[in-house]
């Protein structure tokens, strides 16, 4: 892991990078004189590309889980969000942890949680620039079956080494993976991804699968592309339940004729 310091100033709490310790003595001064340019915002968080002396930094800025849990329409997602843990600081250790055993994802730079006089946190997040090619827009751009076939069949090798080192992504689509230079898997988008090293369950790995093979569909337009993802995978893992193997598919391509109110496939 690379090094870095329990931080608590001005009411944040969590862990910043050490080289970064003097620029964020203050580290909510540094967010005003700092603005950068806002690239996603929600009333529940927003996403903001900065340019340092140190190179291109994302913060994620978190309000709440879900907008609708703002504006009181889900307490369930509100009380789980007061009550529980910073995923920030969360996502500052995953994602450190990720690093140190091999795995591409965006260099966790600060995890911090302030609280209101009432109680109400903040999560931000801040992150380094990554480089690499979005797979959505790759798949998109794609047009040769060929090319498109071997990047799935990477992808599908790869995420199964992501599971079998213990690892399950919050939200597994094309949007949050990019291939890097030499062919490696980046996952981005952390806030959900967990790591337990005895992890036994199946159901968040299906989840994974289920997440990817419908954002594949989705983007790729062909049910063949499925297959090839799921069968790699299913190959790769050894994965022999032809019962569970078969309602996931059935749950892909039903989920992807509702959305897309299209014939069968």
Known sequence: ?????????????????????DDWKNIGLWMSDNPGKIIVKYKSREVRKI??????VYLKDIYALTDAGMAGKDWLSWMKWYCRPSRARATFMVSQKMLSDGILCAEPLAGLRMRSSSGLPRDIF??????????SQKL????????????IRSVARQLELFHRKGYV???????NLAF???GKLIYLDNDRTKYDRWYKLFCRKKRNLAQLGYSILRVTNRREN???????????AHWPL???????????VSRYLKRMDCGPL
């Open 51 to 56: 340019k340092t002396s140190r190179g291109v």
């Open 226 to 236: 499925l297959n090839i993802f799921l069968e790699e995978y299913r190959k790769k």
């Open 140 to 151: 998109a751009a794609l047009e040769e079956k060929r090319k498109i076939h071997e990047i």
């Open 180 to 182: 890097s230079s030499d």
């Open 169 to 175: 992504h919050g939200d597994c689509l094309l949007r």
């Open 126 to 135: 801040i992150s380094r620039e990554v480089h690499g090619e979005i797979l």
């Open 1 to 21: 892991m690379k090094p870095y310091i329990v931080y608590n100033n001005y009411g944040w709490k969590g862990y910043i990078a050490e080289e970064w310790q």
């Open 242 to 252: 032809d019962i569970e193997y078969k309602n996931l598919v059935r749950s892909i």
